[in-house]
């Protein structure tokens, strides 16, 4: 007698269907084999004259915003699968991680069953698969001050997460890597180790986001790995976050699953052609990542001079770890009423950390004047 292999997905994806009913207008030209000059059946509005639209953001706008978009988005595909030396079919894109981290909550977790994530990380995890009827399993972060010989830690704890999995039966185990609020980067085999560790029937959802800061980005492994979703976004090295772009690596049987429930025309016309844009031009996001980290290390270079304690990042942001969630709040406030935004996390676990987005109007003398004012006042750990 054979066991029956445990499954990863909702029972239902597994049978026939459902099927799209819109795959769209360059899906069909595709299978045609040529164009549709004259489209009469989508009910878009492509007589519209769009004068305010083209005056006030162009004719190229205008244009791309009267037709649906292409729901495969086969060309953004396409170079993403060159740049990335891996198959179009291990491709899966949406409107940004966010909508990514729905997706595969959505096609992998019921109501009742569990999701093991770090307690503080990016918690838009917990929100969606709270949303679910999901229950959200928390993991301390694994903590480490800096002293004389070694620079302080502030990372997911890799074998605590695993050991949560098999504990409460998980469906998925969420890990930011970068890390994001700690800007932590696990090495690709300490991934690995942990994807293998893991349950045979439990997804890995692994938020690559800040991929693109790595200091190894360009020769990075992005392969599938098994029952893995890697996800990466255009909002940060590409600067699209208000266009809403990002995609999934995956096994391609995984993505033939997730794209049963994906909203096939999320990703707007606009969004694509931008990311289209900028991976055939490479080399001014390139030059973006380049300044966003050679700004980084200056900032942290900065907050430590005044004693603070900065934490490593391969992030477009450094952290900052103040003594108390009560000093950090403070700082937090202070900076809110002179117009100046950096985030403190919303988790409690969390609260002691200030994260500051690396940008060269943060090295504006007095920009941070409270912040350096309540490092100075902190005792070394």
């Known amino acids: 007698m054979t066991t029956a292999r445990p499954r990863r997905f909702l029972a239902h994806l597994y049978q026939d269907g459902p099927h799209n009913p819109f795959p769209g207008i360059k899906a069909l030209e595709r299978r045609l084999g040529h164009s549709l000059p004259y489209q009469y059946g989508s009910n878009e509005g492509l007589d519209m004259p769009h004068r305010e639209l083209s005056g006030a953001l162009g004719s190229a706008l205008a244009g791309l915003s009267r037709s649906y978009s292409d729901a495969d988005a086969w060309q953004l595909r396409q170079q993403l699968a060159v740049h990335l030396s891996i198959s179009m079919e291990s491709l899966l894109v949406d409107a940004g991680a966010d909508s990514l981290l729905a997706l595969a909550i959505r096609a992998t977790v019921t109501v009742g069953e569990r999701v093991v994530t770090s307690a503080g990380t990016y918690p838009t995890l917990a929100y969606f698969a709270r949303a679910q009827g999901a229950e959200v399993i928390e993991v301390p972060y694994s903590e480490a001050f800096a002293d004389a010989a070694n620079d302080g830690q502030l990372a997911p704890d890799l074998a605590a997460l695993a050991a949560a999995a098999h504990e409460h039966d998980a469906r998925i185990v969420y890990l930011a890597n970068p890390d994001n609020p700690s800007g932590h980067l696990h090495t690709d085999a300490a991934v690995r180790t942990l994807r293998d560790a893991l349950p045979e029937h439990c997804s890995l ?25 890697r996800l990466r976004t255009f909002s940060k090295a590409y600067g699209l976050a208000g266009l809403r772009l990002g995609f999934m690596i995956a096994d391609p049987a995984d993505i033939a699953l997730l794209m049963k429930v994906r909203i096939h025309y999320a990703v707007s016309a606009p969004a694509l052609a931008a990311g289209e844009l900028l991976l055939s031009h490479p080399d001014e996001a390139a030059a973006h990542v380049t300044s966003v980290i050679e700004v980084r290390e200056r900032l942290a270079a900065h907050l430590r001079s005044f004693g603070g304690e900065v934490l490593p990042s391969a992030t477009n942001f450094i952290c900052v770890r103040l003594k108390s969630a009560e000093q950090a709040a403070q700082v937090q406030q202070l900076l809110l009423s002179e117009g100046v935004l950096i985030n403190r996390p919303p988790h409690p676990a969390l609260g002691h950390i200030l994260r500051i987005s690396t940008l060269e109007d943060s090295l504006v003398p007095g920009r941070l004047t409270h912040l350096e004012h309540a490092i100075q006042e902190t005792p070394s750990a």
Request: aromatic residues 12%.
């Open 205 to 229: 959802l692994l938020d690559e986001a800040y991929h693109d800061f790595r200091d190894d980005a360009a020769t990075a492994d992005s392969a599938p790995m098994t029952a893995t979703f």
